[in-house]
T-cell receptor
Framework: EPEVTQTPSHQVTQMGQEVILRCVPI?????FYWYRQILGQKVEFLVS????????KSEIFDDQFSVERPDGSNFTLKIRSTKLEDSAMYFC??????????FGSGTRLTVV | ELKVEQNPLFLSMQEGKNYTIYCNYS?????LYWYRQDPGKSLESLFV?????AVKQEGRLMASLDTKARLSTLHITAAVHDLSATYFC??????????FGTGTSLTVIP
């Protein structure tokens, strides 16, 4: 069964550093998403991406965040200057149309 | 903003017992999703409910959707230890942005 692949599975970074989280969506999917889950809390929407541009973004997705689809297969989330409160599990997801998603296995980001 | 509430937040149940998890949401939607999450793992899709009155069953789990009441239920029949996990419902807005419930942490004890 096709999968959404995320790398790395765990990243530790110093506060103020930039991080890039990488995702390879399912190949024929057109809609891409990032969500995050702070430990023990619910899953929160960050951003959706379609046709090479952001479709929707949440209040969480401020100027410190950006997304890119640099080469037609990868989908990246960049956090420019990480803060302690950015520590969370970040999930990438993709969908073929506006129905259910397939989630990736997640990247656990720890900011120290 | 669409709000999604689940209850209970924590559920400890004995093996063999039945129980229901409830998911209420605040605005009209004709779709609802249930996910399972094991500790430190990703979200596994359990059910996709696409219309009012939809009922889906898989093993010991059965999900239903009442769009008029804005309510979905996840019923557990004769619980077993392997069902211990956190269960989330999720409701999409018109832009397919998912709003997740707070999650129900289920522990099945022998």
């Amino acid at each position: 069964e096709p999968e959404v692949t995320q790398t790395p599975s765990h990243q530790v970074t110093q506060m103020g550093q930039e991080v890039i989280l990488r995702c390879v969506p399912i190949s024929n999917h057109l809609y891409f998403y990032w969500y995050r889950q702070i430990l023990g809390q619910k899953v929160e929407f960050l951003v959706s991406f379609y046709n090479n541009e952001i479709s929707e973004k949440s209040e969480i997705f401020d100027d410190q965040f950006s997304v890119e689809r640099p080469d037609g297969s990868n989908f990246t989330l960049k956090i420019r200057s990480t803060k302690l409160e950015d520590s969370a599990m970040y999930f990438c997801a993709s969908s073929a149309q506006t129905l259910g998603y397939t989630f990736g296995s997640g990247t656990r980001l720890t900011v120290v | 903003e669409l709000k999604v509430e689940q209850n209970p937040l924590f559920l400890s149940m004995q093996e063999g017992k039945n129980y229901t998890i409830y998911c209420n949401y605040s605005t009209t939607s004709d779709r609802l999703y249930w996910y399972r999450q094991d500790p430190g793992k990703s979200l596994e899709s359990l059910f996709v409910l696409l219309s009012n009155g939809a009922v889906k069953q898989e093993g010991r789990l059965m999900a239903s959707l009442d769009t008029k009441a804005r309510l979905s239920t996840l019923h557990i029949t004769a619980a077993v230890h392997d069902l211990s996990a956190t269960y989330f419902c999720a409701v999409p807005n018109t832009g397919n942005q998912f709003y997740f419930g707070t999650g129900t942490s289920l522990t099945v004890i022998p």
